[in-house]
Nanobody, 124 residues
Framework: QVQVVQSGGGSVQLGASLRLSCVASGTFRMHKVCWVLRTPEKEREFVAAIWWNPSTTVYADSVKGQFTISRDGAGNAVYLQMNDLEPEDTAVYYC??????????????????WGQGTKVTVSS
């Protein structure tokens, strides 16, 4: 069992930046880790994923160049740096992890362990 705890988020103005953090009870090194967002219109939309062997990052087209997923060297934390935020980025963001295949990394329902979610609100 992996426990996932998120931090970060909040309410910001248009163009601001935020960094979300995701920490596992153990280590993420054997798992893939993703960020997913949820809005009233989007149940669980893939944002980005990262894994260690080999070191790989994957992004949704909508956030490429705007968001950056990264991890610490020890494999205990994963971050989502969000820049140039827009009201359309307003959502609840979830960190999720699991032992899943590479072909499934963009499929949110494949991830077994989820953080509590963190709200990001961007106002214009």
């Amino acid at each position: 069992q992996v426990q996932v705890v998120q931090s970060g988020g909040g309410s910001v103005q248009l163009g601001a930046s935020l960094r979300l953090s995701c920490v596992a009870s153990g280590t993420f090194r054997m798992h893939k880790v993703c960020w997913v967002l949820r809005t009233p219109e989007k149940e669980r939309e893939f944002v980005a994923a990262i894994w260690w062997n080999p070191s790989t990052t994957v992004y949704a087209d909508s956030v490429k160049g705007q968001f950056t997923i990264s991890r610490d060297g020890a494999g205990n934390a994963v971050y989502l740096q969000m820049n140039d935020l827009e009201p359309e980025d307003t959502a609840v963001y979830y960190c999720a992890t699991g032992l899943i295949s590479t072909v499934s990394v963009r499929t949110a329902r494949e991830y077994q362990y989820w953080g509590q979610g963190t709200k990001v609100t961007v106002s214009s």
